[in-house]
């Protein structure tokens, strides 16, 4: 089994999939602060109820993404994690 395939395994099964996505990345236009906040607030509600949200957070460690919210975290508190 290739990497690919083990990523695509645990993507099938994220809690993230479907319209509720979008909630996960910023908006092409510019966001309030507020906005930014509960947009956040809900993605990371999402994640609370997800299966594989650890191997989401290891995944967005390890390529270093850089946007978003992954494994219940922010793009700042992923970058956190990885200067500890």
Same mark, same amino acid.
């Given at each position: ?5 083990? *990523?695509?395994?645990?993507?099938? $099964? ?16 510019? *966001?309030?602060?507020?906005? $930014? ?6 993605? $990371? ?22 946007? #978003?919210?992954? #494994? #219940?975290?922010? *793009?700042? *508190? ?7």
């Amino acid at each position: 089994m290739t990497v690919r395939n083990v *990523e695509a395994e645990w993507q099938l $099964k994220a809690a993230c999939r479907g319209p509720q996505a979008a909630v996960f990345f910023p908006p092409a236009a510019p *966001e309030r602060r507020d906005e $930014k906040r509960f947009r956040e607030r809900n993605a $990371k509600a999402i994640c609370e109820t997800c299966s594989v949200r650890q191997d989401c957070l290891s995944y967005a460690l390890t390529i270093r993404e850089q946007h #978003g919210i992954w #494994g #219940g975290l922010s *793009e700042s *508190e992923r970058r956190e994690l990885l200067t500890v």
